[in-house]
Structures are given as structure tokens and as C-alpha cells.
């Protein structure tokens, strides 16, 4: 862990420092994340990172993400989360079908995405 944290972050987190900051206090303070020294957690066993990332978008916000492919840390994840949850791939199919389903005594059917953070 020691040389992941000298590694650093991903060239497009330096670029964005600013903004991943405020977005990592703004998680901590919804209560998402907590924010711990590495220095006060290094001993501990199991410990895995995932270096900051951002995904530059052209037409959007860029997006902080966390990189959890490295290091081990998506194998040692474990997938709690119900199926239909959308990043868990099942949530589009699980839509086409009640979409296609639907009783059309209701009308026409209307679908809208949010971010909950935004």
C-alpha cells in the first residue's frame, strides 16, 4: 500500500485536484465517505485503494470516479446490492420489460434518470 499511495493518483485526478476535493468533502459531509489520514490506517489489514480517476466529459460536469479495478479491491468486494440496481446491469432490461408490459389503460408512459447528488 505504501507504493500505491507514492504512486499517486491518476494524471486526470492531479489535473482536477481542486474539484475532487470538493467533491470528496461534499460526500463525507452527506455521509457517504469518511475521511481518514493514510498514515492512521496503513496497519491496517486488508487495506486496499483506489486511486482518484475523472472522466472527462465533453457535453456534461466531468465525474470524480474511484478506480476500483486496481489492487485487488473489486475482488475483494463483495456485490450486495439488489440486481436491478442500474450499475449493477439489470435495471435497463428490468425497465424494457415493465415498459413493454404496461397496461396501456394508463397511458403513455414517461421516464425520467436522476443523479441523486445533483
Given at each position: 500500500m505504501d507504493d500505491t499511495v507514492k504512486k499517486g493518483c491518476h494524471p486526470t485526478?492531479?489535473?482536477?485536484?481542486?474539484?475532487?476535493?470538493?467533491?470528496?468533502?461534499?460526500f463525507a459531509e452527506s455521509g457517504y465517505w469518511t475521511i481518514l489520514p493514510y498514515s492512521k490506517v496503513?496497519?491496517?489489514?486488508?487495506?486496499?485503494?483506489s486511486p482518484a480517476h475523472m472522466k472527462e466529459e465533453l457535453d456534461q460536469k466531468d465525474r470524480f470516479l474511484a478506480d476500483h479495478s486496481n489492487w485487488g479491491v473489486n475482488e475483494h468486494t463483495l456485490a450486495l446490492a439488489p440486481k436491478e440496481a442500474m450499475q449493477f446491469r439489470g435495471t435497463f432490461y428490468h425497465l424494457l420489460y415493465l415498459i413493454r408490459h404496461a397496461d396501456p389503460k394508463y397511458g403513455i408512459i414517461y421516464l425520467a434518470k436522476f443523479d441523486l447528488k445533483d
Amino acid at each position: 500500500m505504501d507504493d500505491t499511495v507514492k504512486k499517486g493518483c491518476h494524471p486526470t485526478a492531479q489535473k482536477h485536484a481542486a474539484f475532487i476535493a470538493q467533491e470528496m468533502l461534499e460526500f463525507a459531509e452527506s455521509g457517504y465517505w469518511t475521511i481518514l489520514p493514510y498514515s492512521k490506517v496503513r496497519h491496517l489489514p486488508g487495506l486496499r485503494g483506489s486511486p482518484a480517476h475523472m472522466k472527462e466529459e465533453l457535453d456534461q460536469k466531468d465525474r470524480f470516479l474511484a478506480d476500483h479495478s486496481n489492487w485487488g479491491v473489486n475482488e475483494h468486494t463483495l456485490a450486495l446490492a439488489p440486481k436491478e440496481a442500474m450499475q449493477f446491469r439489470g435495471t435497463f432490461y428490468h425497465l424494457l420489460y415493465l415498459i413493454r408490459h404496461a397496461d396501456p389503460k394508463y397511458g403513455i408512459i414517461y421516464l425520467a434518470k436522476f443523479d441523486l447528488k445533483d
